[in-house]
């Protein structure tokens, strides 16, 4: 197990209860791939350098797991299919 550093960029206009439950939904699938969530850091809404999907703000989260290193392509794929998802960074913490 090794122990990484989920970054999130969440769409800003979203309702408190929604980016809840997109992080439930993060959390399960770190969970499902043997893993767990050591850490839920809420950063907040930041403007970002520059625009992504036509956005200049977002909600970003850092999420500090534990999980084997085979888990991460798929977490990483299914990132894609969450659409209020604007960027996604996952590093190992040395």
Known sequence: MRTYEIILIIHPD???NVVKDIL?????????????????????KKRMAYQIKKQREGNYVMITSSMPPAATPELSNN????????????SVVE
Request: charged share 30%.
């Open 14 to 16: 979203l309702d408190e």
């Open 24 to 44: 439930e939904k993060v959390n399960g699938w770190i969970s499902a791939a043997g893993g767990s969530v050591e850490k839920t850091d809420m950063w907040g």
């Open 79 to 90: 990132f894609r299919f969450l659409e209020p998802l604007l960027r996604s960074m996952i």
